[in-house]
Structure formats: structure tokens, C-alpha cells
């Protein structure tokens, strides 16, 4: 069970990056997955999640700049991620939970998922 997470790099404050997190060893189709991040000295905070039957969920302070989708046939689920600006600058991970509706119960916590794999920085400058 592995999670790969790709598609961050630099790019300027206002600017747009579309990050995908894929899947091996387990279908997401029956998980709820979620996308967290940590920036240099702070905790890892939950981002956006998507729960088995498409419902979304996400952080106050992201919320209508980043949109999370599933693609069950790829296997793969992706956050698009708009409007940036530089307190967005993080490593970004993505995690699985075999429950429909963590996210809706738990809210989106770091401790509510697994099968964490290595992250993709994202810099936005200013």
C-alpha cells in the first residue's frame, strides 16, 4: 500500500499548481483520501478530503481556491490549487483511510490517516 504524491514545484503568488497523489497496492475507490501539509516549523494540518462517494471537505483557508477530485479508473486523486500564496508554501503529502466519511466525522486530522508516501514541495513566492 503506497501513496505518491507529485506535481509541486515554484511558482508565483496568484499562480496555479494541480498536484496528484497515486495509488498502489489498494484501490482508492473504497478509501477516503485526504491531502495535509507542513510547512518548516510548524505541525502537519489537513488540507482538502475526499470521502468514497465524492463528498469534499476542506480547510478554512483554502476553501474556494483548492479542489479536490477523485479518478477512480487512474487510481489517482488530485488537488487543484489556485489563487496561491506564499503561507501556502508546504511539503505536501497525501493520506488514505479505508472509511467513507473520516473527514465528515473527524474533520480533515493527520491522525485519522495512514499509508502516508514522501511529499511534493510547493513554493509559492511573493
Known amino acids: 500500500v503506497q501513496l505518491q504524491a507529485s506535481g509541486g514545484g515554484l511558482v508565483q503568488a496568484g499562480g496555479s499548481l494541480r498536484l496528484s497523489c497515486a495509488a498502489s497496492?489498494?484501490?482508492?475507490?473504497?478509501?477516503?483520501i485526504a491531502w495535509f501539509r507542513q510547512a518548516p516549523g510548524k505541525e502537519r494540518e489537513g488540507v482538502a478530503c475526499?470521502?468514497?462517494?465524492?463528498?469534499?471537505y476542506y480547510a478554512d483557508s483554502v476553501k474556494g481556491r483548492f479542489t479536490i477530485s477523485r479518478d477512480n479508473a487512474k487510481n489517482t486523486v488530485t488537488l487543484q490549487m489556485d489563487s496561491l500564496k506564499s503561507e501556502d508554501t508546504a511539503v505536501y503529502y497525501c493520506?488514505?483511510?479505508?472509511?467513507?466519511?473520516?473527514?465528515?466525522?473527524?474533520?480533515?486530522?493527520?491522525?485519522?490517516?495512514?499509508?502516508w508516501g514522501p511529499g511534493t514541495l510547493v513554493t509559492v513566492s511573493s
Open positions: 497496492g489498494f484501490l482508492i475507490h473504497y478509501f477516503s
Open positions: 493520506g488514505a483511510r479505508d472509511q467513507n466519511n473520516v473527514c465528515g466525522v473527524y474533520g480533515i486530522q493527520p491522525g485519522s490517516f495512514g499509508s
Open positions: 475526499i470521502s468514497t462517494t465524492d463528498t469534499a
